[in-house]
């Protein structure tokens, strides 16, 4: 079987579709600007539309986007570090933001608890449905597909691909975009792609797509909302947000230390059966 062959064929078709679906997306956003709520919306399922059509296109099955969740001592570490990165990333930057004036303070230390833990009770389940429609796509699709086709550095690129995905709606203002799009836009990427190391290193290492879902689905309620809100001042946007120096800065440790060392390569849990899995440097 020529792997190597099909997964460049696969990842062709996919990245086609992936353009052109996001093209009109964001095209009626920027004539739509009122209704950028709903086009984001819409963008974060065209990930997981483009990965359908192409296996059914190309005959691949579903198989090893992997929805099997896997023994609980593959798979629930993985969920809990999903719960706490977000939380880890926001009180360290946002912290450092607030005690030092770099950005206002306007909430209360116990609003923010209530809010982070009222967002894992509440949101972080409801908005998973729109983290699946990226990360069948992404994490499901892409990335295993970067790996088999033999792309230097599939996590690296993986990474790079997404980050530039969200930038269009950066330069409109519709998503993270600070006072200086421009330099949102380079934060945001490199964000991205040092968050994509963690995501990634999840899904192979558990063999399932679900942590990752929930990591994505996490990382969104709980940095824009609890976090987010909290935060004021005219150089809020600048430090702090998805876009912000700061945030950036700790993603960006978070991805070297999370890239170091050789990672498993499941593409589905293991089963208790299950010998050690095949290691990988990504």
Known sequence: MDVRGNARRGLTLFL???VAFSIAVNAWAFTHPADAAVSIAVLMCTPALASVITRVVRR??????????????????????????PIVVGSVAYGTAWATGLADF????GGVAVGVASMFVVAVWGTCVFAAGEEIGWRGYMLTRLI????????????????AWHLPMVAGG??????????????????????????ARM?????????????????????????DGASGGEGATLWVGEAGILTCVVLVVIGVVVSRGRWADRRWPPRASDGDPALSRA
């Open 106 to 109: 306007t909430g209360t230390v």
């Open 174 to 199: 519709f998503y993270a975009a600070g006072t200086n799009r421009l330099l949102s836009s380079v934060l945001l990427l490199i964000s991205a792609t040092s968050f994509a190391f963690f995501l």
């Open 203 to 227: 899904r192979l290492e558990s063999g399932s797509i679900w942590p990752v879902i929930f990591a994505h689905s996490a990382w969104n309620v709980i940095i824009q909302n609890p976090f």
């Open 16 to 18: 086609s579709l992936v």
């Open 148 to 163: 088999d086709a033999g792309v230097p550095r599939p996590v690296l690129a993986s990474g790079l691909i997404w980050g």
């Open 60 to 85: 691949e099955g579903f198989a090893d986007v992997s929805f099997r969740f896997g023994p609980a001592r593959t798979t629930l570490p993985w969920f809990a570090a999903a719960a706490v990165l």
